[in-house]
């Protein structure tokens, strides 16, 4: 067995004095991200992504003025971050207006899943069946008024009934329906 003579030292690693600086103002970058950006979560974002900058960048690359430099570098990231937000909302924009249908500000899907519209027609078949076993008057009455639009007066109209007795056979209907169909 060997004896340890003493602490393992660590390699000493090369220091780069534009990281050093960058730790040292790294609470001063912050707040100038923050103040531009007016977000303290894309501020420390930012000072993230000028930390790898500098972390990755070409250690013969030296400054006279390395605070600067490290400023100027900032900036440059700040820039990015705001070209590439533009690219993506214009590029979104673009996609919306081929994709989309819109009615006012809101965008209207024009296509709807497959599972919803196998669900919807069997919604659908599941009422019209439901529909069909109503007593005629209550199914006519139903008919002309839930489907066709019609108000009450004009259902009665049609049917040469009152309109409290159309209230009741559409009542009656919505009734039998809900039980049928659990809504």
Do not use: C
């Amino acid at each position: 067995m060997t004896a340890m003579t003493g602490p393992a030292t660590p390699p000493s690693a090369p220091t780069d004095p534009l990281l050093e600086i960058y730790l040292e103002r790294r609470a001063n970058l912050v707040r100038f991200f923050a103040a531009r950006s007016g977000s303290r979560v894309v501020a420390e974002d930012l000072a993230q992504e000028l930390y790898v900058k500098l972390a990755t960048r070409d250690l013969a690359v030296t400054a006279e003025n390395p605070v600067a430099l490290i400023y100027r570098i900032a900036t440059n990231v700040m820039l990015d971050r705001v070209r590439g937000e533009a690219r993506a909302t214009a590029r979104d924009a673009a996609w919306r207006r081929l994709a989309h249908a819109s009615v006012g500000d809101e965008d209207v899907a024009e296509d709807i899943p497959a599972d919803e519209a196998v669900a919807s027609r069997q919604r659908l078949r599941q009422l019209v069946e439901a529909v069909a076993e109503l007593p005629p008057q209550m199914q006519r009455a139903f008919r002309l008024h839930k489907l066709e639009g019609r108000t009450h007066a004009e259902t009665a109209q049609v049917m040469g009934l009152s309109v409290k007795s159309v209230e009741k056979h559409i009542s009656a209907a919505l009734k039998a329906l809900t039980a049928r169909l659990g809504r």
